[in-house]
Structure formats: C-alpha cells, structure tokens
C-alpha cells in the first residue's frame, strides 16, 4: 500500500488527504519492519532447532541455576529444518505444503528415557536412574514377577 501512495505523491487526492495517507505511509513502513523482524527470528529459531519457549527459558537462567536440560536441537542446520518442514529441499521447504511433520513428538520420549532424562527434559539424578533401572529389570523378567505373585498369596 506505501508503494501506491508513494506513486500519487503529485496527484491532487494525495494533496487533498495528505495528513491521512502520509500516517498510512508510516503505519506501512512500521508494520513491514515488524514483520521482517518477526520472520528473522522465527528463522532463526528454525535454523537453530529451538523453540521459543526453550530459547527463553535457557537466557532467562543465570549460571548458578542452570540445570542439565535435553538439547532437542540436531547437530547442523539441515536436520533441524528437516525436522520442521519434512525435506532437506530448499524450494521444498520455501513452497506451500499440506504434509504431516516428519515427527510425531514420540520418538523424543524414548530418546529422553534412554539418555536418562525425565519426561519435562531435566536430567534425572543417579539415585533416581537406578531405582528406575532396577523396576525396569523387574518388568523384564515375567517369569520373577509371576514368582514373587505366587509367593505373596
């Protein structure tokens, strides 16, 4: 809209409304601004593999309350735009698309579980990983857990 506005400068309507449509000028100018701003730092978010909620959470900490936390991202920029747009295929990833992530958010919970983090991504203490260790050597064994059944009747 600026650029139609800044094309009438010299025509006799620009002059008759030219309070209104200078504002509009500037209202334009400030809004695409925002906008380029907003798109860089969503970019950046993306080519990064953060989120904003981690981002933040992560800058808002001061080093003595910094707790070991799961980095979600992936090791370079290509898996982690993968990760969002399903291809590594820049035309792909800048086109319309209707398709389902490549992720479901499951395959987290196993990463998580098996480098010993809990289910909020804060790494679990070593007392913790062993009581959990243990109970699951305790669901992988059937024939102890139908002994110890038995035996407690």
């Known amino acids: 809209m600026a650029i ?7 025509h006799h309507i620009y002059k ?3 309070t209104d449509l200078s504002f509009l000028v500037i209202l334009d100018l400030s809004l695409a601004g ?3 701003a907003f798109n860089g730092w969503n970019w950046f978010l993306a080519l990064t593999g953060y989120t904003t909620i981690e981002f933040w959470s992560n ?3 001061t080093s003595s309350e910094k707790r070991e936390t799961f980095d979600y991202s992936f090791g370079n920029v290509s898996d982690n735009l993968y990760a ?3 291809t590594h295929k820049i035309f792909r990833i800048l086109s319309p698309s209707l398709s389902n992530s ?7 919970s196993f990463v998580l ?4 983090y809990d289910n909020e991504g804060e790494k679990i203490l070593d007392k913790e990983m062993q009581e959990i260790a243990a109970e699951e050597d305790k669901n992988d064994h059937p024939d102890e857990l139908l002994e110890e059944a038995k035996n407690s009747q």
Not at 102 to 108: D, K, L, S
Not at 113 to 116: A, K, P, T
């Open 16 to 18: 008759d409304f030219k």
């Open 59 to 61: 800058m808002s900490l």
């Open 102 to 108: 490549p992720f479901t958010g499951i395959e987290w």
């Open 34 to 36: 925002v906008l380029v």
């Open 113 to 116: 579980h098996d480098e010993g």
């Open 4 to 10: 139609t506005i800044v094309s009438i400068w010299n």
């Open 84 to 86: 969002i747009f399903g």
